[in-house]
């Protein structure tokens, strides 16, 4: 079996509905391996679209700086370490971090998925079989306006049947004030018996959000998610070292390098490793790391269907993970893109697919319509 061609497909949701505010849902770069025997796998890359679509189209520089598309053609797919290590080493002039490494990352899913295909089996099988097959689900969101208004959203969801939830971004750290008043509105809505993850969207300095770690603890907090920025490890080493709240981080951070120094400088708690930035090769390099550090590993999730089972079949193969990430803001990329939906069930949690490769079908009429010509 030879790969035949690399689509590189930019998904964009019209320009009057995108929308100022920290959703990936509302782009995405889905990629096609074809294969001479016709079979096809399906990845997807959180990246910047188009810039991530360039490097995957990219023509023949020299032999360290090409794009990645034209490199694996005529490659065996099931070869995916010598694949990995290809591509790697073919952009290592423009890559080894970023947008590069996110990009061989959807191929690397896409390779993994057409593999399962090819043996038929579910990827989770391939990485070594499931320690469970079903995930508890955290309802994942942004904050509300206030305090009151998260209440709200944390009811619905309570409604809903999640046992845990999560607010994100902005309003917090706009002011201390505003930081109490949104977490103690998410309390109040989560009532004592549900879950509350406190996302602060990278926000503050190494003080403050010391400062608010130990405000939190008020309010049960369940995690501290990237309180400072992504860059700032020596902050979170403070900040982990202190912190009766564990510190989970990481969605942003792409290829076991840059992870490196987030687990051993930084020293956070919880590793939140993102699927469509690292595909399956480098995400099980990077949750052994971890674990050997005594972390946890748990998934990011924010664009399509695609990343969400390739999330829940990576979970499915990690001793440590212990919740998912199950973003719930509604966009036609997010839920539409796949045949399956992957709904929780009534007890809150989200089962693994169990067909051949990640156990997904693209819906077509969805490509079609948000596709950018």
């Given at each position: 079996?030879?790969?035949?061609?690399?689509?590189?497909?930019?998904?964009?949701?019209?320009?009057?509905?995108?929308?100022?505010?920290?959703?990936?849902?509302?782009?995405?770069?889905?990629?096609?391996?074809?294969?001479?025997?016709?079979?096809?796998?399906?990845?997807?890359?959180?990246?910047?679209?188009?810039?991530?679509?360039?490097?995957?189209?990219?023509?023949?520089?020299?032999?360290?700086?090409?794009?990645?598309?034209?490199?694996?053609?005529?490659?065996?797919?099931?070869?995916?370490?010598?694949?990995?290590?290809?591509?790697?080493?073919?952009?290592?002039?423009?890559?080894?971090?970023?947008?590069?490494?996110?990009?061989?990352?959807?191929?690397?899913?896409?390779?993994?998925?057409?593999?399962?295909?090819?043996?038929?089996?579910?990827?989770?099988?391939?990485?070594?079989?499931?320690?469970?097959?079903?995930?508890?689900?955290?309802?994942?969101?942004?904050?509300?306006?206030?305090?009151?208004?998260?209440?709200?959203?944390?009811?619905?969801?309570?409604?809903?049947?999640?046992?845990?939830?999560?607010?994100?971004?902005?309003?917090?750290?706009?002011?201390?004030?505003?930081?109490?008043?949104?977490?103690?509105?998410?309390?109040?809505?989560?009532?004592?018996?549900?879950?509350?993850?406190?996302?602060?969207?990278?926000?503050?300095?190494?003080?403050?959000?010391?400062?608010?770690?130990?405000?939190?603890?008020?309010?049960?907090?369940?995690?501290?998610?990237?309180?400072?920025?992504?860059?700032?490890?020596?902050?979170?080493?403070?900040?982990?070292?202190?912190?009766?709240?564990?510190?989970?981080a990481g969605e942003g951070d792409s290829g076991r390098f840059a992870?490196?120094?987030?687990?051993?400088?930084?020293?956070?708690?919880?590793?939140?490793?993102?699927?469509?930035?690292?595909?399956?090769?480098?995400?099980?390099?990077?949750?052994?790391?971890?674990?050997?550090?005594?972390?946890?590993?748990?998934?990011?999730?924010?664009?399509?269907?695609?990343?969400?089972?390739?999330?829940?079949?990576?979970?499915?193969?990690?001793?440590?993970?212990?919740?998912?990430?199950?973003?719930?803001?509604?966009?036609?990329?997010?839920?539409?893109?796949?045949?399956?939906?992957?709904?929780?069930?009534?007890?809150?949690?989200?089962?693994?697919?169990?067909?051949?490769?990640?156990?997904?079908?693209?819906?077509?009429?969805?490509?079609?319509?948000?596709?950018?010509?």
């Amino acid at each position: 079996m030879r790969i035949t061609k690399v689509e590189a497909i930019e998904l964009r949701l019209p320009e009057e509905e995108m929308l100022d505010k920290a959703n990936a849902g509302q782009n995405s770069l889905i990629v096609k391996i074809h294969t001479d025997e016709g079979l096809v796998g399906i990845g997807e890359i959180d990246s910047h679209a188009q810039v991530a679509k360039a490097t995957v189209d990219g023509p023949f520089v020299h032999s360290m700086c090409t794009g990645l598309g034209r490199v694996i053609v005529g490659m065996n797919p099931l070869d995916i370490r010598v694949i990995n290590e290809k591509l790697y080493q073919s952009t290592f002039y423009y890559g080894r971090r970023g947008v590069v490494i996110q990009a061989i990352g959807g191929l690397d899913m896409a390779l993994w998925d057409l593999k399962g295909k090819y043996v038929n089996l579910p990827v989770y099988e391939l990485l070594g079989g499931a320690f469970q097959k079903k995930m508890r689900a955290y309802a994942s969101d942004l904050w509300g306006k206030d305090g009151n208004e998260t209440a709200q959203k944390a009811k619905r969801w309570k409604e809903m049947g999640y046992t845990a939830v999560k607010f994100g971004w902005a309003p917090m750290g706009q002011s201390e004030r505003v930081d109490l008043d949104i977490v103690e509105g998410a309390r109040r809505g989560a009532g004592p018996d549900m879950d509350i993850l406190v996302d602060a969207g990278c926000c503050y300095d190494t003080v403050t959000a010391m400062k608010r770690a130990r405000q939190f603890e008020d309010y049960d907090v369940f995690w501290f998610e990237e309180p400072l920025r992504q860059d700032n490890l020596d902050g979170y080493n403070q900040l982990s070292s202190m912190s009766r709240i564990p510190i989970a981080a990481g969605e942003g951070d792409s290829g076991r390098f840059a992870w490196r120094d987030l687990i051993e400088r930084g020293g956070i708690h919880i590793c939140q490793i993102d699927l469509a930035r690292n595909g399956f090769t480098e995400s099980m390099r990077i949750a052994d790391m971890a674990e050997d550090h005594g972390r946890k590993v748990v998934n990011h999730f924010y664009t399509s269907g695609i990343n969400l089972a390739a999330g829940l079949h990576f979970i499915a193969a990690r001793e440590s993970s212990f919740i998912f990430e199950y973003c719930v803001e509604e966009t036609p990329i997010r839920w539409a893109v796949t045949k399956q939906r992957m709904e929780i069930d009534s007890e809150g949690f989200v089962h693994v697919p169990e067909g051949p490769g990640l156990g997904i079908d693209l819906d077509e009429d969805t490509i079609d319509n948000l596709r950018v010509k």
